[in-house]
Structure formats: C-alpha cells, structure tokens
C-alpha cells in the first residue's frame, strides 16, 4: 500500500494557526497529532499589578469574538475576590450579553465556516454566488445579534459597559423593545436557514468516539452565565475547584496547554452543553434538536455544528423571555457601581459559544492583580481533538488524501476552535537550541 | 409652448449632469449628491465664493484648464468634465487638512462647534490623526464625563472613532492611543486638573493602551503641575 502524508499547515476558517499532521504507510499510522503553533499570550503576566477595573477590559483582547464572555468571567472573578453582590437586572441584562454573543458566534461558525464544508466548496465566496439568498440570511442574522450586542454591550465586541459591580449605563426599555421585536423577525429567517442545513446534514461524517463532556449546570435553566461545573462523569462540582476539573499540561507539539479530567481528554462547547443540559433548552430549540435527530448524549464531535444551531434558537427565544422579564417587571435606571477593593482570590465560570470559560485572579488590599489564570475553552478541546484524530483517521485510511485531509479538517472545524485565545503558558527555555516547555500559570 | 430653460450638460466622475448657467461645479454636485467638502462656503450666504480653504478642489479632465481648480469658483461649461475621487484630489485635499490642523488652536473642549466638528469628520475622511476625542464627542458641557467625576481618556487620545463609547455615555479608554502633540495635552490635562483628577490615577489609565507614551505624559504631567 501507498504512504500517506498530510501536513495542513496552517488550517483555514478556524481562528489561530494549527496544523494537522498524518503519516500513515502500509495502512498503519506512524503519527497522528493536531499541533498548535501559534505564539503565547501572556496576557496572565500582563494584567499584574494592573488595578481591578481595567482587567476585564485587559481580558477581553484575548478574543475578538469571545469578548463579551472573557469579560463576564473576569467580572465573575473580581466579583467573586471582593464579595461584590450584583442586582438582579444587572444579572439578567448579563444573561442577554451572553446571548448577545452566542448569536454572534454560532452564525458566524455555522454560516460562514461550517456551510461552505456542506456544500462541498472551499469558503463562503463561492456560496454567495450559488446560494444568495441563505447567505443573506446569514448576514442578516449576524448583524441582529451584532446590533443587540451593541445595545446591551456598549460594543459589538470588547464591551465598555459591563462593569465590576453590574452594568454601567442601563439601556433604555424603548431600545429594549427594538432587540425583541428584531429577535422575534429573527426566528422565521432562522428556520429558513435551519432548514438548509438540515438539508446538507447529511454531509457530516458518522463518527462516534466516546468521551466526557464537561459545561456548566444549574437545576432551573440552560446554564451560560452561571452554575456548577457538571461532567457526564461525576457530580457537579463548584468552580473554585476548576484545578482539579482542568488538570493542564504540556506537551512538546504544542504552544497551548492539553488537559483531561476522568478520562483520556474531555470535551467542552455547545455539544457538552447540550448533551448536558438539553432538557431545559427552550421549546423551538427542543423542536430543532428532534428535527436533527440530536439526542443527549451524543458522541459525535460533528454534531457540535447541529447542536451550535439549537443554541442559536434557544438564544433567540431565551433573549426575549428575558426582555419580557425586564420590561413586566419594570426597568430602572441603576446607578453606575461603586466599588470598594479589598484583598481575595475569586474564580469565575462562563460558558462561551466555544465552552467553558475560567478566570482567577487574586488581589491585594488595594485592588491591584497579584496573581491571573485564564483557562480558554479551545485550551480544553486540544486533547479530545487530539484523540478523536486518533480514533477517526484509521477509518479514513482507504480514501484518497485529499477526502482524508478534508475530513480532518472538518473535525477540528467542528469544535469551533479559538486556538490562538488558547496559547497560555509561560516560561519559554531555549536549551542548546531545542526547545523545552515548562508550565507556567 | 413653454420655454424650456438653457442646461448645460458637465460629467461628475464620468457621470452626465445638467446645470444651469449661473451655476458652479460645486452647486451641480450638491444638487445630485456628489460629495465635495467645504470649509469657508457658508449655505447660510450662497452668493459668497472666497474660495479659500482649498477643500473644493476637483480635477479638471476636459473642457477646460486641466488640474486642481476649486469647483466652488468654477463655472459650468459646456463639455466640462471633472473628477472629484481622484488621487490627486485627495492627496491635495489631505494636504489641506492637514495644512489647516497645523494652524488649528486645539481647543476643542471650549469650541462651540464640538460635538457636530466638520473639520474633525474631515480628519476623519482624509485619515489624519489629529484631533481629540472630544473634537468628535456631543458631551460637551454640563454633559462631559470629566466634571462628572468619570476618568475619561478623551482628551489626551487620538479621534477618527466618531466618538464611539462617549457618545453613548461610556467613559473613553484611549484605545486610539494618547496623542503625540505636546500642545493638545497639555491643554487637555488642564480639564483633568479642573476634575481633580491625580497624576496616578491618569498615568494607571492610560498606561493600558499607551505603555510607549507614558515618559512623555509624565513629562508634561510634571510640567503642568501635577
């Protein structure tokens, strides 16, 4: 039999650089790996000494398209260090960012990244020519949620007015009721779109491998902003004990760091969510989930992209419970939050449209950073890529290169990967000019 | 029968449009929308042409002296064909704006006009850095984030952002960096001064997205007092 060797250096439509590499003869893999390359952040050693208001700010650059959850989960954090109690408009006008920002994300991974795989060409390019009209709808969909981002947020990313303590300037009920209305034209063009996909689903390869999957989980909804950290594989456990659950380390092929938790990696994003949580999603999403066939738990890393969509519906149907809940219960103009620094160490749990999210800080009496760890959901999903590459690519090795590589570059475009949001170590050692990696925070 | 009024027919940017005799390049184009900006023509007094900010000028490509002329003077001929995007004409224009913002007293936290500035939209348009913030921002006033006790960078930080965060009552981070001209700031860190603002509170908060000029601010900080 022939060798085959695929080096995809770097991979497209996926955020970072990262790169695939297989090297199979007579029908036998010598190497497997997903590779990550991209240079280290730093952005832990950056935010010391910087005082508690400008880290969530700071944060958010590490991700232009998870900004909104970077600053959550660094507001959690500093709020959680300091004891700072938050309104409860404050937490549901939260709650809207974060759906905000899921809208925002999952359309642009599903329409723009995912769809061209589908329709078997090579970028979204070609697809405005042959599919105008469910390009559009995309366009459509992503300027709504940038739109409601923009309101609640005060940007469409790298948000101003989410603030250690609540919200900054509380937007108006009229601008409010704009967002529903827009959310509400939101669900037909989202059918529309729902359908087309589901029409192409098909082109998704049938591929099983189990594993754990780790998100967030509450008793009373579809966890994002806030919970406990659930696994398919014990109970729930609180987020200060994050360490334990993530268990970093290094490996020489990458600049970012693998973790696992019970078994030989886990998983965490929209899948682990739904395969977690599904009951609770909202009724529309539920209808979706059954038309894809899409039931908990499912061990396809494919379905990430079916279950990103149901997300995107309940997204839409949550906002608007949510804005009905604020606008009944009568908004009121807060005042900006005051805040008083004091010395504590505070973790904090968000699940963004790639999974979970970890930030830790620790302050000094007067509020400046001593210490910062940001654990990135991509950083996570290194090791179950990794592993599914493993497991994928011997059922593969009969087809010819090009089909290989494509279908292994459909698998890591599936976890909607952030790679360069996940290069965070620290520590380089050049040693007689090869490199060794030693683990930093 | 009635009379059909005389037009005279020109080319804007390779499009045909009809004008009157007694018109100027610059009415025909205001007419159909094609934008020319202006500094020293005043709506207000149509039949004034000084013809001095030199921002209306257009590229004559037929019909007449070829190169730059001002269209605010310029009559309407026959067969006249001008160009209003060209290279040259924005190199001439940028050229204008920047001739101006050198002259320019950068006061803009007591110029009236702030808030709605068309020079600080023309350093926008033509990519100059050179105007703050504030040039850009409709909080002047009573409304300013500074006399409302927020930290707000932008005095101190480049425009070009139409005011983005300010403008919706968020203070400014100074993401498009502190300015470079000695001058504006040192004007500018007089608001801070009013504000009661200290020196540590000002260098922390703009140290985030301008580590390279804090020497600098410091320098002046000093200078000023604080």
């Not at chain 1, 497209?12 to 695939?20: C, D, K, L, S």
């Not at chain 1, 508690?52 to 600053?71: D, E, F, K, V, W």
């Not at chain 2, 929308?33 to 209306?56: A, H, K, M, W």
């Not at chain 2, 019909?63 to 190199?91: E, F, N």
């Amino acid at each position: 039999m022939s060798e085959i060797n695929i080096n995809v250096e770097h991979l497209t439509r996926v955020e970072g650089h990262g790169n695939i590499v297989l090297n199979a003869k007579d029908g036998t893999i010598e190497k497997i790996q997903w590779q990550v390359s991209e240079a280290p952040r730093l952005f832990e050693s950056f935010v010391r000494g910087k005082p508690y208001n400008q880290l969530a700010p700071i944060t958010s650059r590490i991700c232009g398209i998870c900004s909104i959850g970077h600053t959550l989960a660094s507001l959690k954090a500093t709020e959680a260090a300091m004891d700072i109690e938050i309104s409860e408009q404050s937490q549901k006008l939260r709650r809207l960012a974060i759906h905000a920002e899921n809208l925002q994300s999952h359309i642009l991974h599903v329409g723009y990244l995912v769809a061209p795989d589908l329709f078997g060409v090579g970028s979204v390019v070609p697809l405005v020519g042959s599919n105008p009209d469910e390009v559009l709808a995309i366009v459509k969909l992503h300027r709504q949620a940038n739109l409601m981002s923009d309101l609640i947020c005060g940007r469409t990313t790298h948000p101003t007015n989410l603030v250690p303590g609540g919200i900054y300037k509380t937007p108006s009920p009229y601008a409010l009721k704009d967002i529903r209305q827009n959310l509400l034209d939101m669900v037909p063009t989202g059918n529309a779109v729902g359908e087309v996909i589901l029409a192409n689903a098909g082109a998704l390869p049938d591929f099983k491998r189990d594993t754990e999957y780790i998100a967030l989980v509450t008793d009373d909804e579809y966890a994002l902003y806030d919970g406990m950290v659930g696994s398919t594989d014990e109970e729930p456990q609180h987020a200060d004990a994050y360490k334990t659950i993530v268990n970093e380390f290094v490996v020489p092929y990458s600049t970012a760091k693998f973790t696992k938790n019970k078994r030989d990696s886990y998983m965490v994003g929209a899948l682990a969510r739904f395969n977690l949580n599904a009951d609770k999603l909202s009724p529309l999403a539920k209808e979706w989930a059954d038309k894809f066939g899409l039931k908990p738990v499912n061990p396809n890393p494919f379905m990430n992209n079916v279950a990103q969509f149901v997300e995107f519906v309940h997204s839409i149907e949550d906002s608007v419970r949510i804005i009905d809940e604020l606008l009944d219960g009568g908004m009121k103009q807060e005042p900006t939050p005051k805040v008083t620094p004091k010395a504590g160490r505070g973790v904090g749990a968000v699940e963004v449209p790639r999974g979970l999210l970890f930030h830790e800080y620790e302050y000094d009496d007067k509020g400046n950073c001593v210490k910062a760890n940001c654990v990135i959901p991509t950083n996570m999903n290194h090791n179950n890529i990794n592993q599914d590459f493993a497991a994928f690519a011997p059922t593969l090795l009969d087809r010819p290169e090009k089909e290989i590589e494509l279908n292994l570059e459909m698998l890591v475009r599936a976890y909607d990967p952030c790679i360069s949001c996940s290069t965070h170590y620290l520590n380089v050692e050049w040693v007689n000019g090869s490199e060794t990696k030693k683990e930093g925070n | 029968m009635a009379t059909t009024s005389f037009k005279i027919n020109i080319v804007i940017d390779g499009k045909d449009y009809a004008g009157e005799p007694n018109q100027t390049v610059l009415d025909v184009a205001r007419a159909n929308s094609v934008d020319i900006p202006t500094l020293c023509f005043n709506p207000l007094f149509p039949e004034q042409r000084i013809g001095s900010c030199r921002l209306c000028l257009v590229e004559v490509k037929a019909g007449g002296r070829p190169g730059l002329q001002p269209s605010c003077t310029m009559p309407v001929s026959s067969g006249l064909s001008v160009s209003t995007i060209s290279d040259a004409v924005y190199q001439a224009r940028r050229t204008v704006v920047e001739l101006l913002l050198s002259e320019h007293v950068q006061k803009c936290r007591d110029c009236p006009v702030s808030g709605e500035c068309q020079f600080a939209k023309l350093c926008r348009d033509y990519d100059i850095n050179g105007v703050p913030v504030c040039a850009e921002c409709p909080n002047q006033g009573e409304g300013c984030l500074l006399t409302r006790g927020e930290l707000c960078l932008g005095p101190l930080t480049y425009a070009n952002c139409n005011a983005y965060c300010t403008r919706k009552g968020y203070r400014c981070e100074g993401c498009h960096s502190i300015m470079a001209n000695e001058d504006i700031l040192r004007f500018g860190l007089k608001a801070y001064k009013d504000a009661g603002f200290t020196k540590e509170e000002i260098l922390v908060a703009a140290k985030v997205f301008s580590y390279d000029s804090m020497e600098m601010l410091e320098k002046i900080m000093t200078q000023e007092g604080f």
